[in-house]
């Protein structure tokens, strides 16, 4: 694995669900392993609020080689 891969997550831990994560949310690896873990943000939806402001659900999360797979490598 290396940065700006696209992996997908393979586990269903606590730590996941509780940020929102499921099984199989596709994410992009940004920035370099480090202490053993990839920082990987995964993608979400891009919304418009009441107010016009645009935000998205994107969320970002620490994980183990062991959590992911990769789906697409960086060229």
Do not use: H
Not at 6 to 21: A, M
Not at 38 to 62: K, L, M
């Amino acid at each position: 694995m290396q940065e700006y891969d696209r992996v997908e997550l393979v586990s269903d831990k606590k730590k996941f669900t509780e940020l929102g994560l499921k099984k199989g949310r596709i994410g992009t690896i940004l920035g370099p392993k480090r202490n053993g873990y990839w920082y990987v943000v995964f993608e979400g939806e891009i919304f418009q609020d009441e107010d016009g402001v645009w935000d998205c659900t994107d969320i970002s999360a620490a994980v183990l080689d062991e959590d992911v797979r990769i789906i697409e490598e960086r060229d």
